[in-house]
């Protein structure tokens, strides 16, 4: 039969060893995590050249629909 030394040294292993498992899973949740926010970093980059790109496409359609409008506007067609 144990004694409470025996007793105490066991439940302090088996503390440590939830601790230590407790830790690696927290690595695991980190390394995850940071892996979403570097993929979402990558996102946003890309929407935002995506935002600058419909925006210079935007300007360019408006310049050209002015043009047309322009030519509409004209008294001899021409």
Known sequence: MPDDHEER????E???LLHD???HRHAEIL???E???ALLQGLMEQQT??????????ARLETT???IKDLLDRPDGH
């Open 31 to 33: 390394d995850r995590h």
């Open 21 to 23: 498992a407790t830790l």
């Open 49 to 58: 050249q995506n935002l600058i790109r419909l925006t210079e496409v935007s």
């Open 9 to 12: 040294l066991t439940i302090l």
């Open 65 to 67: 629909l002015q043009a």
């Open 14 to 16: 088996r503390a440590q």
């Open 35 to 37: 892996e979403r926010l």
